[in-house]
C-alpha cells in the first residue's frame, strides 16, 4: 500500500521530495518529515522540536499510541518525535494524515516549540535530510555537522574490505541457495525465488561480515551462488536418476531370473521400472533403443554419488533424456534466479551508507 503524493500535499500542505522519497515541510508550526518506510506497509512521521519534561511527552505518547491501533511506535528523542503508522487499505492517504495531524496537536498541547535539533536554538534553523531523515540545524551547527559528515566520510572511504569476512559471506550464501534449491526440489519444481532470496542473504552475511564489499567480491559472490544453485539442481536430478536405476536394476533381475513373469505380479521398484518402460507407445518405443551398455549403467550407476559423476552420460540413456531436458531448464531458471538476485541487491550493497553522510536540503518534486 502506497500513499498518494498528491493527495497527502493537498491534505497536509507537505511538499514531495522524490530523491528521498519523502514529503517534508511545517506541519501545523512544525518543521516535519514523512515518509514510507521501504519494504513495509507503514509510515514514519518526524517532527522537530524541544520539549521541557521528556519524560512526560513520552507517557502521553505511549497513551495515544495505546488508543490508536495503527499506530506502531511513538517516541520523543533528541529533540524529535518520531511516529510509526501503518497504512490501512481503506482511506490510507486520509488515515495517514490524520494522525499526522493529530501528533502535531499532541504535541503542541505538550508544549513543544520548533528549534535546531542539535543546540536547541528556537531561531534561524533549517529543515534538512540527513539520509533519509529530517533534521532541523541553525547555521552554526550545520557547519560543525558538515565537518563531522566529511570526516565520517573519508573515515568510511579509507576502510577496507575484510577479505576472510568477504569469502566467509559468500560461502554462505552459496550454501544457502544450494540447500534452499535443492530443498525445494524434493518438495516441487525449482522457483526463480529460490536463489533470489538465498542471493540476497548471501550479499547480507558478505556485507555483515566483510563490512565493505566492492564490485568483484560481488561478482564473486553471485557466481558462488549460481553454482550453489547448480548444485542443488544436480544432487535432486542425481537422486532421482539414482532411484530411477535400482527400479530397473529390480526388474532386470526379475527378467533374469524368470523369463516368464507376469507384469501384475511385479512389486516395488519392478512395477515402478516396468511402468516407465511399458506405459504406453512413447516409453515403449525409447525401451526399444537401450543398448547393453546403457543396461551396465543402470547397474554401475545405483547410488547419487555415482550419478551425479556421470549424469551426462546418464541422461543420454533414451528413457532419461526427458530428465535430461528438465536438468537443462531448472538450471536456467537458476541462472535467471541469481541473475536478477545480483541486478536488484548489488547497487544498494555497493552503495552502502554514503547517503548517511550526505546533508541537504529537501528540493520539491
Same mark, same amino acid.
Given at each position: 500500500?502506497k500513499?498518494?503524493?498528491?493527495?497527502?500535499?493537498?491534505?497536509?500542505?507537505?511538499?514531495?521530495?522524490?530523491?528521498?522519497?519523502?514529503?517534508?515541510?511545517?506541519?501545523?508550526?512544525?518543521?516535519?518529515?514523512?515518509?514510507?518506510? @521501504?519494504?513495509?506497509?507503514?509510515?514514519?512521521?518526524?517532527?522537530?522540536?524541544?520539549?521541557?519534561? *521528556?519524560?512526560?511527552?513520552?507517557?502521553?505518547?505511549?497513551?495515544?499510541?495505546?488508543?490508536?491501533?495503527?499506530?506502531?511506535?511513538?517516541?520523543?528523542?533528541?529533540?524529535?518525535?518520531?511516529?510509526?503508522?501503518i497504512? @490501512?487499505?481503506?482511506?490510507?492517504?486520509?488515515? %495517514?494524515?490524520?494522525?499526522?495531524?493529530?501528533?502535531?496537536?499532541?504535541?503542541?498541547?505538550?508544549?513543544?516549540? &520548533?528549534?535546531?535539533?542539535?543546540? !536547541?536554538?528556537?531561531?534561524?534553523?533549517?529543515?534538512?535530510?540527513?539520509?533519509?531523515?529530517?533534521?532541523?540545524?541553525? &547555521?552554526?551547527?550545520?557547519?560543525?555537522?558538515?565537518?563531522?559528515?566529511?570526516?565520517?566520510?573519508?573515515?568510511?572511504a579509507?576502510?577496507? @574490505?575484510?577479505? *576472510? !569476512?568477504? #569469502?566467509?559471506?559468500?560461502?554462505?550464501?552459496?550454501?544457502? #541457495?544450494? !540447500?534452499?534449491?535443492?530443498? %525445494?526440489?524434493?518438495?516441487?519444481?525449482?522457483?526463480?525465488?529460490?536463489?533470489?532470496?538465498?542471493m540476497?542473504?548471501?550479499?547480507?552475511?558478505?556485507?555483515?561480515?566483510?563490512?565493505?564489499?566492492?564490485?568483484?567480491?560481488?561478482?564473486?559472490? *553471485? %557466481?558462488?551462488?549460481?553454482?550453489?544453485?547448480?548444485?542443488?539442481?544436480?544432487?535432486?536430478?542425481?537422486?532421482?536418476?539414482?532411484?530411477?536405476?535400482?527400479?530397473?536394476?529390480?526388474?532386470?533381475?526379475v527378467?533374469?531370473?524368470? &523369463?516368464?513373469?507376469?507384469?501384475?505380479?511385479?512389486?516395488?521398484?519392478?512395477?515402478?521400472?516396468?511402468?516407465?518402460?511399458?506405459?504406453?507407445?512413447?516409453?515403449?518405443?525409447?525401451?526399444?533403443?537401450?543398448?547393453?551398455?546403457?543396461?551396465?549403467?543402470?547397474y554401475?550407476?545405483p547410488?547419487?554419488?555415482?550419478?551425479?559423476?556421470?549424469? &551426462? *552420460?546418464?541422461?543420454?540413456?533414451?528413457?532419461?533424456?526427458?530428465?535430461?531436458?528438465?536438468?537443462?531448464?531448472?538450471?536456467? $531458471?537458476? $541462472?535467471?534466479?541469481?541473475?536478477?538476485?545480483?541486478?536488484?541487491?548489488?547497487?544498494?550493497?555497493?552503495?552502502?551508507?554514503?547517503?548517511?553522510?550526505?546533508?541537504?536540503?529537501? #528540493?520539491a518534486?
Amino acid at each position: 500500500m502506497k500513499l498518494h503524493s498528491d493527495a497527502v500535499t493537498a491534505q497536509t500542505g507537505l511538499r514531495y521530495d522524490s530523491a528521498a522519497k519523502a514529503f517534508f515541510g511545517l506541519l501545523g508550526r512544525f518543521p516535519a518529515v514523512l515518509r514510507q518506510l @521501504p519494504r513495509q506497509n507503514a509510515v514514519l512521521l518526524q517532527i522537530a522540536g524541544t520539549i521541557p519534561d *521528556a519524560a512526560q511527552v513520552n507517557e502521553q505518547l505511549r497513551a495515544w499510541q495505546e488508543e490508536n491501533p495503527c499506530v506502531l511506535s511513538a517516541e520523543y528523542r533528541n529533540r524529535r518525535i518520531g511516529c510509526a503508522f501503518i497504512i @490501512p487499505k481503506k482511506q490510507p492517504d486520509e488515515t %495517514v494524515c490524520g494522525l499526522a495531524s493529530a501528533v502535531t496537536m499532541l504535541a503542541a498541547d505538550l508544549g513543544m516549540r &520548533p528549534c535546531c535539533m542539535s543546540c !536547541g536554538t528556537e531561531s534561524a534553523y533549517e529543515l534538512y535530510f540527513l539520509d533519509k531523515n529530517g533534521v532541523t540545524v541553525c &547555521p552554526e551547527c550545520r557547519a560543525e555537522l558538515a565537518e563531522k559528515l566529511a570526516a565520517e566520510q573519508e573515515k568510511h572511504a579509507q576502510e577496507k @574490505p575484510k577479505y *576472510a !569476512g568477504i #569469502v566467509l559471506g559468500a560461502l554462505l550464501g552459496a550454501l544457502l #541457495v544450494f !540447500g534452499m534449491t535443492w530443498f %525445494v526440489m524434493r518438495q516441487s519444481r525449482i522457483s526463480v525465488l529460490t536463489a533470489y532470496a538465498g542471493m540476497v542473504l548471501g550479499f547480507l552475511l558478505m556485507k555483515k561480515l566483510g563490512k565493505k564489499v566492492t564490485l568483484p567480491a560481488a561478482l564473486f559472490c *553471485a %557466481v558462488l551462488c549460481l553454482l550453489g544453485s547448480f548444485s542443488g539442481i544436480w544432487l535432486h536430478s542425481a537422486q532421482s536418476l539414482a532411484a530411477k536405476n535400482r527400479d530397473m536394476i529390480s526388474l532386470l533381475d526379475v527378467m533374469h531370473d524368470d &523369463p516368464d513373469f507376469q507384469p501384475f505380479e511385479l512389486t516395488g521398484g519392478a512395477k515402478r521400472a516396468h511402468d516407465m518402460l511399458f506405459g504406453d507407445m512413447e516409453s515403449l518405443k525409447l525401451a526399444s533403443e537401450i543398448t547393453d551398455g546403457h543396461i551396465r549403467m543402470f547397474y554401475e550407476n545405483p547410488s547419487a554419488g555415482k550419478c551425479l559423476l556421470h549424469l &551426462p *552420460a546418464l541422461c543420454r540413456i533414451p528413457i532419461y533424456r526427458a530428465e535430461g531436458r528438465e536438468i537443462l531448464m531448472d538450471m536456467l $531458471f537458476g $541462472f535467471l534466479s541469481v541473475a536478477a538476485g545480483t541486478a536488484m541487491s548489488i547497487y544498494p550493497i555497493l552503495r552502502g551508507r554514503k547517503t548517511a553522510y550526505l546533508l541537504r536540503k529537501p #528540493v520539491a518534486a
